[in-house]
């Protein structure tokens, strides 16, 4: 048993044992580790992407959010700002309408009174005429039943026929 | 920790004590050549301790065969420590084969000339080896049988202290030197050699039983396993590594023709690096031990002086050797490291693609 002197025996067992062993491991233990570690390491790195992905989803999803929040407020300052505009149009439009049919309604009630009025004066005049013909007749008879007087008067309007 | 250190002065002294009286009575002195190569070298028994003169020693399997008497398998204990000899052989205590098993006469002597049999002990440094690879294989189905139950979910309890090592391999040793298409095909051999080198050499470092033995520190398992990475070496290479070791690339012609100096130089470095690989690890681990042993002998020495001198010394030797304890702590790792890393570039560069 030499010290540098490598031994034949402990060569053929450590071949034999060695070899049994390292067939054993490499087909029960190496693979199964080796494979485990990598598919975690893959799972990992899965997860780890996954969550970036989800990240940025979420993030893209925000920004939606924001963007679908930010265009509905201008729309209802818009519709806001609209309603406005109608509502005072319609009330501008109900004033000037009310203005309108006021004036209308004066106007009717001005012509009216206008007609009446001319009714009223024709009717006067009208009375008038009946009484001054009236008047007319009782002076007439009684100027007429004078001869003198009769006389003068036939002058008179021959005068002013010559005249006309 | 604190306990550990505790155990390890318990230890230091009591193996004082215990062998001290063995040897005083035993020999006339203290050999420390003798007492450390005791403790590397490979034997037939499994030595635990001496109390008085009394061996405690696990008997281990002694498996002979020759062409006279056929196949013989009896216990290591039936030499009885090396005194004896059984079915005609016996361990040669001197001469040309000591420590070898040889045939034996009837008076318990080495017959001289003799045709050694056939030798396949299972010897201490086999039978550590056992034990770490049933270890090996306990620990790595267990964790196996965890990445097949709970696929997908964080490691618990040994798989998540191992799990770093098996990424360290991947991720540090396989994948920059073979690249990252090629690697997996070796990584099952890397990591069987890395862990089988890790788990003997720190088993090397606790002193008791099944711990204690130099498996890594015996060139036969590091050579079995240096010639492992180079036939697989040789079996992955391409056309492009071939050529780059007969007709290098970038290298003038008068190095080529017509005295071929740069392919011969080329073709013994494929031989040279696995046997560099084997005896690196070989004598790292081996030069450990050493070390480790040669500051328990002092104490011995000193203590052969005088017993006050011996347990004077004992306590600078513990306090190196726990220095160097976690020293070869690092070199375990380290070495582990260094082998299973070479052999992953040796792999990288059967398989290099052409630049």
Avoid at chain 2, 229 to 238: A, R
């Amino acid at each position: 048993m030499g010290l540098i002197s490598p031994a034949y025996g402990t060569i053929f067992w450590m071949v034999l044992s060695f070899g049994l062993v390292f067939f054993i491991l490499a087909k029960f233990a190496w693979g199964p580790i080796l494979k485990g570690l990598k598919g975690r390491e893959e799972s990992i790195e899965e997860a780890l992407q996954a969550a970036e992905n989800a990240r940025k989803e979420m993030a893209a999803l925000k920004a939606d959010h924001e963007k679908i929040m930010t265009e509905a407020r201008a729309e209802r300052d818009v519709l806001m700002v609209e309603a406005r505009k109608m509502r005072d149009e319609m009330l501008e439009a109900a004033r000037s309408e009310a203005v309108k049919e006021g004036e209308k309604m004066l106007e009717n009630a001005r012509k009216l009174i206008e007609s009446e009025k001319v009714s009223a004066i024709g009717e006067i005049k009208e009375q008038i005429s009946v009484l001054s013909v009236q008047v007319a007749e009782k002076i007439l008879r009684k100027e007429l039943s004078d001869n003198t007087k009769r006389d003068a008067l036939m002058n008179d309007m021959l005068k002013d026929l010559k005249l006309n | 920790m604190k306990k550990l250190l505790t155990v390890l002065l318990i230890f230091s002294f009591s193996a004082f004590s215990l062998v001290a009286q063995d040897h005083a009575e035993e020999e006339s002195g203290f050999n420390p050549g003798v007492f450390m190569l005791e403790h590397v070298m490979d034997s037939y028994e499994w030595h635990i301790l001496t109390v008085g003169e009394k061996h405690i020693s696990v008997p281990l399997p002694i498996i002979l065969f020759s062409k006279e008497s056929g196949l013989n398998v009896f216990m290591s204990s039936k030499f009885h420590h090396g005194h004896s000899s059984y079915k005609g052989y016996m361990i040669a205590n001197e001469g040309d084969n000591e420590g070898k098993i040889v045939p034996a006469d009837e008076h318990g002597h080495e017959v001289v000339g003799a045709e050694l049999p056939l030798d396949f002990s299972i010897t201490k440094t086999v039978t550590a080896m056992f034990v770490s690879l049933g270890l090996l294989l306990w620990i790595f189905l267990a964790v196996a049988r965890k990445y097949n139950r709970n696929p997908n979910t964080a490691p618990k309890g040994l798989q998540s202290a191992l799990e770093p090592i098996i990424i360290f391999v991947r991720d540090d040793i396989a994948i920059p030197s073979i690249g990252k298409k090629r690697y997996e095909k070796f990584m099952p051999f890397l990591l069987s050699v890395f862990f089988f080198i890790l788990l003997n050499n720190l088993m090397g470092i606790i002193p008791i039983p099944p711990g204690g033995a130099n498996v890594t520190g015996n060139i036969a398992i590091t050579a079995v396993l240096a010639i492992a990475t180079f036939l697989i070496t040789t079996f992955s290479t391409n056309k492009h590594y071939w050529k780059h070791i007969f007709n290098a690339p970038g290298v003038p012609w008068w190095l080529k023709f017509p005295i071929p100096l740069m392919p011969f130089i080329e073709l013994l470095g494929v031989f040279t690096k696995p046997l560099v690989l084997s005896i690196r690890l070989f004598a790292n681990m081996l030069a450990g031990h050493f070390i480790v042993l040669s500051f328990i002998a002092l104490i011995f020495i000193f203590g052969q002086i005088h017993w006050i001198a011996g347990y004077g010394v004992s306590v600078i030797s513990v306090l190196f050797y726990i220095f160097m304890t976690m020293l070869e702590l690092l070199v375990a790792f380290i070495q582990a490291y260094v082998f299973t890393l070479l052999s992953a570039l040796y792999f990288g560069m059967a398989k290099e693609e052409g630049h």
